[in-house]
């Protein structure tokens, strides 16, 4: 990875697709991913792990299944939420938004328990962001 | 920890304290921190852990003591930065900033190697969010 600071907004710049996560560090064994997500994703869960969110943009839902039934957490913009390990989830995103996550290095973005998974949706453990990194350009080294 | 979600511009006015990061959420073994910086930190590193900065607003500047020598890297608004496990390094802010960071809960904030600490700086884990949780408004259950 980078061993230089990476701008989010140039990160995200640097690709359209939706629900693909790109990660933007890494952080001993877990990832820093972000993300542009917009209508559903959908249900499914990770058995071995906790999932952490952080809008930063948008406003995210995220639908739980919990022993005391179903409820939607909604995720303003500079709102931050992790869902606990083996809890059924369903990200969505009606209008938009930009979310980071942490998790470790691996996860599925489908989880390990999931529905039909949509062709719109992308299965993947996170993209490398692009060869020429545009999110490279952020920071720089002080003078 | 909280099940609802947390309004990070909402944790951050809950304190005022600079350099004394307070825990938002946990993710596995890992805490995600927040902090208000302003002026130096010392030199500190981490013999066991990466550590993960992430800046929300304002400029961070790290100066990392590497093989090849002393560099300092900017990270403006936007920007992140991971620092590897081992390397010492120096935070400072000299017009202020605020900062997410992740990083193995436990991790004392002036690391297992440093300068001696000066009495404006916090040696902590990490604070709780203070009990009446004003974080804790910053988003709702879907109606």
Not at 6 to 13: D, E, F, M, R
Not at 28 to 40: I, L, S, W
């Amino acid at each position: 990875m980078s061993n230089r600071p990476i701008s989010l907004s140039q990160a995200l710049a640097s690709f359209d697709a939706v629900w693909s996560p790109h990660v933007v560090a890494r952080v001993n064994d877990y990832d820093v991913r972000v993300a542009k997500v917009e209508g559903e994703h959908v249900w499914h869960a990770h058995a071995d792990t906790d999932e952490f969110f952080l809008v930063l943009d948008g406003t995210l839902e995220i639908s739980l299944r919990e022993p005391a039934g179903e409820r939607t957490v909604r995720l303003p913009r500079d709102s931050v939420f992790t869902v606990p390990r083996g809890t059924e989830h369903k990200p969505s995103a009606p209008t938009g938004a930009t979310i980071l996550m942490f998790e470790p290095t691996g996860t599925l973005s489908v989880g390990d328990r999931q529905e039909n998974v949509p062709d719109h949706l992308d299965v993947t453990t996170g993209h490398a962001l692009s060869s020429n990194e545009p999110g490279g350009e952020g920071g720089s080294d002080a003078p």
